[in-house]
């Protein structure tokens, strides 16, 4: 990957006690999730890739365009191509949705990257009964949809969200959680993410960097620390693995759809879908059982050959049995979780072949095709 | 009815001097509340504190300034010596001055207090949305804080209406230059002038109750609109 497709960020900064010093990069693309427990510090490093805040050990450039740097560089907030979405939409309350919606909308066009139409985000996010409304009598809901679309039609080059989802209940949650599917699918604007929700991450993340106490832990893709046996991700007991598959086949007598991700094809009930449509899978560690010869007659539809990659014991009684699908172990990886007891009389070891049996595949919402 | 006419100049000057020291007051007032408001400057609360010393100085020691910087050894002297006059004292610009510091501190706090309740989002959302600093401050700032700055307005033109000391002591009371209500009273009762000085006095009470009541009227109508 070139300089000019990264996000680079790094600050650091010390204050009261708290030791802020995060360093990493991200691809300018998908949904770059920053994920850590309350007052990791996740909200100040997004704050200061706003330039709302301004440390002045940091450093800080999109696609090799430098909005702050040690030597004194800092580009205030309003002239950095970004948009912002806050935990509260922050509307303003003088303005009706229509000028909340246009308020940052520039006059002219950007040359450089794809229009993000009005009528379009509109659409896209469900407001246009409201766009004459004064924003004081909507519900959260609309507010956040609002406050989403506002920064989207700034034509932003980076898309900073807040924990836009945290102030919400969950009903709430749950209704505009699709939106911001849909925008991440539908523009092509990279989204950098704060959450301490998991499945907010494994819904909507590309690309994670893990925080903990001012430091990043663990940066990486999605797939690749979801299944690295030493992530906190992998060791928790809601533990899965995130796929893409993409339709390969759809069988109308049982409304089962075959999706086919590197190494494999899986199997999940589903409403009919696009042939080639793209769909994210999610697949949890306790849901992965490994057996050494094919089974016999089973109610499980998901056997598909695998090797295995690492073992890891999570406690005395329990392991974490990382295995990478296809006969050779070349495509995606998968976690199982087991007792100690069914490793020790499959003789699990790494480079060993086996089957992985999947009770439940999860699947996503379309992602549109690629 | 013809004897009341000699009422009228006082009546049309008071309004007068009210109407173009409420503009120029709110002019300054605006911008210093702002400031004071924002700013994170050390000596911000000094400055919040010179402002306000004409609320609890009497009006003959705010006159008595006003009057020697409005004289001709003072600046304002200075200034009138630009077109040829001696001195601001006893014009109408000079009571003009007067009044902005007098009712200066009445003014700039309800338009603080509204700036400060603000808070700092609104500004941080506005700044995203790619809205300068300048920007920020007439799209966003002055909108939300518009019924601080109309309560305001009409606290300053009421003040300067019901001044009475340092307009006195900065306009001398001149029939037809510097003469207004609040000084015609005076003079009224001074003369035994019982049915003038009633008319004028009822006058201003009345107004004064207008000026109440719609200044509470305007805040639950802004109150309703912000729930």
């Not at chain 1, 309350?38 to 440390?55: D, H, M, N, P, Q």
């Not at chain 2, 004071?36 to 000094?46: D, F, I, T």
């Not at chain 2, 200066?104 to 949305?129: H, K, M, S, W, Y």
């Not at chain 2, 002055?142 to 340092?166: D, R």
Request: charge should be positive.
């Amino acid at each position: 990957m070139s300089v000019g497709q990264t996000i680079r960020a790094a600050f650091r900064n010390e204050l009261a006690g708290f030791t802020l010093d995060t360093a990493f990069e991200a691809p300018a693309k998908g949904v770059t999730a920053l994920f850590g427990p309350s007052g990791c510090g996740k909200t100040t490093v997004i704050r200061c890739i706003a330039g709302l805040i301004r440390v002045k050990d940091g450093y800080c450039s999109i696609d090799g365009e430098v909005w702050q740097d040690r030597d004194g560089t800092f580009l205030p907030t309003h002239k950095r191509p970004q948009g912002y979405v806050f935990q509260e939409a922050s509307l303003f309350p003088h303005l009706s949705v229509r000028k909340n919606l246009l308020f940052g909308a520039p006059k002219e066009k950007p040359k450089d990257r794809p229009q993000i139409d009005f009528d379009e985000v509109v659409d896209l996010l469900r407001v246009r009964h409201l766009l004459e409304r004064p924003p004081g009598n909507l519900s959260g809901g609309e507010r956040q949809r609002i406050g989403i679309g506002r920064a989207l039609l700034t034509q932003p080059k980076l898309l900073l969200m807040d924990e836009p989802l945290s102030a919400l209940d969950r009903k709430t949650k749950s209704e505009i959680l699709p939106f911001i599917e849909k925008l991440r699918d539908h523009f092509a604007v990279p989204i950098f993410y704060i959450t301490h929700d998991l499945t907010e991450v494994e819904r909507l993340a590309d690309q994670l960097v893990l925080l903990e106490k001012g430091h990043v832990v663990m940066a990486g893709s999605l797939a690749e620390l979801e299944s690295n046996p030493n992530s906190p991700l992998a060791t928790s007991r809601e533990a899965a693995v995130s796929l893409t598959g993409s339709v390969s086949s759809f069988d109308p007598q049982y409304g089962l759809l075959h999706l086919s991700v590197p190494g494999g094809v899986l199997t999940a009930p589903s409403p009919p879908a696009e042939i080639n449509e793209r769909r994210r899978l999610r697949i949890l560690a306790s849901d992965v059982s490994l057996a050494r010869e094919y089974p016999g007659r089973s109610s499980i539809l998901n056997v598909l050959p695998a090797r295995v990659v690492t073992l890891k014991p999570l406690d005395p009684y329990e392991s974490l049995v990382v295995v990478a699908l296809g006969e050779s172990g070349d495509g995606e990886r998968l976690l199982s979780r087991m007792t100690r007891k069914s490793v020790e009389e499959l003789e699990l070891a790494e480079g060993l072949s086996v089957f992985a049996q999947v009770k439940y595949v999860a699947l996503g919402a379309g992602r549109g095709e690629e | 009815m013809e004897t009341l006419q000699h009422l009228w100049p006082p009546v049309k000057l008071t309004l007068q001097l009210a109407s173009v020291t409420t503009l120029t007051v709110l002019l300054v007032a605006t911008p210093l509340a702002w400031w004071l408001a924002r700013s994170k400057a050390r000596g911000k609360e000094v400055v919040a504190t010179i402002v306000s010393l004409p609320m609890v100085l009497p009006a003959t020691v705010l006159g008595f300034y006003v009057l020697i910087a409005l004289g001709p050894s003072g600046p304002g002297g200075r200034i009138a010596n630009l077109w040829g006059a001696r001195t601001l004292a006893f014009t109408f610009t000079g009571l003009v001055i007067g009044c902005i510091v007098s009712s200066l501190p009445t003014v700039v706090q309800p338009i603080r207090n509204a700036f400060e309740a603000i808070g700092d989002r609104p500004l941080e959302a506005a700044a995203t949305l790619r809205a300068s600093p300048w920007q920020a401050f007439w799209r966003v700032a002055l909108p939300l804080a518009s019924p601080g700055i109309l309560s305001g307005a009409v606290l300053g033109f009421s003040h300067t209406v019901g001044n009475f000391g340092v307009v006195l002591m900065i306009g001398g009371n001149i029939p037809g230059r510097t003469r207004v209500m609040s000084t015609a009273i005076y003079d009224y009762v001074e003369a035994m002038k019982w049915d003038e000085a009633n008319i004028l006095a009822g006058g201003m009470v009345a107004f004064a109750f207008v000026v109440i009541l719609s200044m509470i009227l305007i805040e639950k109508r802004f109150a309703r609109m912000r729930a």
